[in-house]
């Protein structure tokens, strides 16, 4: 079932009064995590995954169906996660060999895109059950490179996938991104844009952080990318050309590895975790537009 988290209290000391609220104060205080506009980071309802998804590392909205489509590091199949029953119903078969280490997935107009950590990304046609007749297409960089985020980019027809680590980046404290064209199947040759780290240390008012992308995606209304970052727990907005905007730091208890997250066409904002602490969790952010961004 879907929940609100219970939050915590601090206790009643028996101890004199100006003590007390000395004490209570400093008890009480906790370190501040922010949250962008429309969302309250500190208070998602939360929805228990299951055994299945314990490995959870992709989240992608499906707008045919208004469910959320997931994969597990573990498995070779596509999920679908009901999101009014809270039932997990398999999408496909097993389209993706043993061992290709799934990262992250897409789905635009009638195909699922699916990224491997080593930059491949395979075309699923609906209704498929094995690997019989799939397209996979690989980047080609040299060296040794990590990607474990995926996003569809309708203002350059494509997709875009983002370095976790990748071997050109080494020294230059930098994030790249790439694009898939979807008419022609095939990258570009050059980088779309990159992200400095010390343009988030800016934002963040802090030199040390760690930025290594573990999903990401565009917010329908604003149009800014939500970039998550398991490692380090961020959260960083930019916009499509990677500009950072904003920064977050992410309460670890409540996001003790996040690895996936999509949107909703009304801006709802799902976010999953891997069981790295306990059960696999997906948790759910209303969006409430503010005056602002009216």
Known sequence: ?????????????????????????????????GSPDGYNLEKPKVMQL???????????????SGDLLAISDSKEKVFEIKLKSNKLKDLTGKVVPSGSDLEDLVKVENTVYLLGSKGIITAVSPGAQDTTGLQKYTIGLSGQNDFESLYYDPTVD?????????????????RTAYR??????????????????????????????????????????SKRLY????????LVITDTRGKVIEGYKLNPDKFPQAEGIAFAPNGDMY???????????LLLFPYHESKKNK
């Open 271 to 281: 976010i999953s975790n891997e069981g790295k602490e306990g059960k696999p969790t």
């Open 50 to 64: 299951g055994k299945v998804l314990n490995e959870i590392s992709g989240l992608s909205y499906d707008a045919s």
């Open 227 to 234: 970039i998550l970052s398991s490692a380090g727990n961020l």
């Open 1 to 33: 079932m879907i929940k609100e988290l219970i939050q915590t209290k601090c206790p009643t000391l028996a101890i004199p009064f100006i003590v007390y609220a000395a004490t209570l104060l400093c008890s009480c205080k906790q370190k501040g995590y």
């Open 158 to 174: 494509g997709l875009v996938m983002m370095c976790k680590t990748c071997s050109h980046e080494k020294g230059h404290h930098i």
């Open 180 to 221: 898939f064209d979807l008419k022609t199947r095939q990258f570009d040759t050059t980088a779309l844009y990159t992200i400095a780290k010390s343009s988030i240390e800016d934002v963040l008012k802090d030199n040390d952080i760690k930025f290594d992308p573990s999903g990401a995606a565009i917010h329908p209304i």
